[in-house]
């Protein structure tokens, strides 16, 4: 029992610690090519860009997402934006068309899902890419905030990196002073930076479609999303799998503070388990292994964490076996919680620290079980 403690924990921290730490060391990037013009009356040196935004029902985020919008300090000239409707029953048609009317000097398309395949968002890309002349592309969700510099910074990265062709973007889950915020805030930390870490080792898998970037040629090239459009997520993940496969020195994460757009957190623990259960149904189907690896070693030492304590009190392991397992789980997620601090910015992240170290890990067995049963998303089954 001691040995299988022992592997158990060192393989928590190789792989988790090791991809965090990478992550941390990873360069912030800050480079802005110096023939750039700043002159809002010139696009010298400014890329053309097709934002596409997939909504189903988001009347109650839309307003805030459309207001950082118009906070974005890009010229309006070079950007035109896709807004997929997916079948909406809410007042979120309404919202756009009224904006979209008040504000016609932005370049906004509204058009509506066609549905083919399992996948509203993956319809929506290719529907989308199908239409833009351009060939620089961002998505994001309508559920999210917008910082003002977000296009500069994908602008800068691809003036750096001539040939990029997929580009991560870092996502921040916004708190408030409740634990199941904070606690949400904290993982997706831990997730990006095991992320960025991933990048750093140029065996990236995984990213979030509230803010990724490619090019319409790439996309194009390896035929989208075919092949794996008969799952209900995973716009994000798959697409990047197919890029790394075609050339994974042209995927890159863009690490700028400049660049995080601001998500909203659940506000119950079900509704919480469900989205990550759904999150965990498409990593099943990914070909990379060191996904797999990172799953199951997550999944295998929260396991570990519940399990060993009520061992010991049972008299089956001795105190050793439990602080062999206890104490190296405490001491990475606090690592990878400080280090993913200097980049994320949350200021009351450590007082929620404690509770949240013993709490994860059954917000974890939560999500592996609801991950092996249909799960409902935004009133549908997905991968029906």
Not at 339 to 363: A, C, T
Request: proline share 3%.
């Amino acid at each position: 029992m001691m040995w299988l403690a022992i592997i158990t924990s060192l393989g928590y921290i190789l792989i988790i610690l090791s991809l965090a730490l990478d992550g941390f060391l990873y360069k912030t990037f800050r480079k802005r090519p110096t023939d750039l013009v700043t002159d809002a009356q010139t696009t010298k040196g400014f890329l053309p860009f097709t934002i596409i935004v997939n909504y189903r029902n988001e009347a109650d985020h839309l307003p805030a997402f459309l207001a950082s919008l118009l906070r974005l300090n890009y010229q309006k000239e070079l950007v035109e934006w896709y807004f997929i409707n997916d079948h909406s029953t809410d007042d979120s048609n309404h919202i756009l068309e009224e904006f979209t009317s008040n504000h016609k000097q932005w370049n906004i398309h509204r058009i509506n899902r066609i549905k083919k395949s399992a996948s509203a968002k993956k319809d929506g890309i290719t529907q989308a890419v199908a239409l833009t002349k351009n060939q620089h592309i961002i998505c994001t969700d309508a559920d999210v905030i917008l910082p003002s510099a977000w296009i500069n910074s994908y602008n800068d990265l691809y003036h750096f990196h001539e040939n990029a062709h997929f580009v991560a973007g870092p996502v921040q889950i916004t708190t408030n002073d409740s634990i199941i915020t904070q606690l949400q805030h904290a993982e997706m930390v831990a997730l990006q930076m095991v992320s960025i870490g991933a990048f750093s080792q140029r065996q990236p898998f995984m990213c979030n479609g509230a803010n990724m970037s490619f090019t319409k040629n790439a996309f194009l090239e390896v035929d989208g999303y075919d092949g794996n459009d008969h799952i209900s997520s995973g716009d994000d993940i798959f697409l990047l799998e197919k890029l790394v496969a075609e050339d994974v020195m042209n995927c890159h994460y863009l690490k700028s503070e400049d660049a995080i757009v601001q998500t909203f957190p659940k506000t119950d623990f079900k509704s919480m388990i469900s989205q990550r259960a759904r999150w965990a149904q498409k990593g099943t189907q990914t070909k990379s292994n060191l996904n797999k690896l990172v799953s199951f070693q997550i999944l295998l030492m929260n396991l570990a964490f519940v399990i060993t304590p009520l061992l010991f009190v049972m008299g089956i392991v001795s105190f050793i076996v439990l602080v062999l397992i206890l104490l190296p789980k405490i001491l990475v997620d606090t690592i990878v919680l400080v280090v993913g601090h200097r980049f994320f910015e949350n200021k009351k992240w450590s007082l929620y620290l404690l509770p949240q170290l013993f709490l994860y890990p059954f917000i974890v067995i939560a999500v592996a079980l609801k991950s092996t049963q249909k799960v409902q998303w935004a009133n549908r089954t997905i991968n029906d």
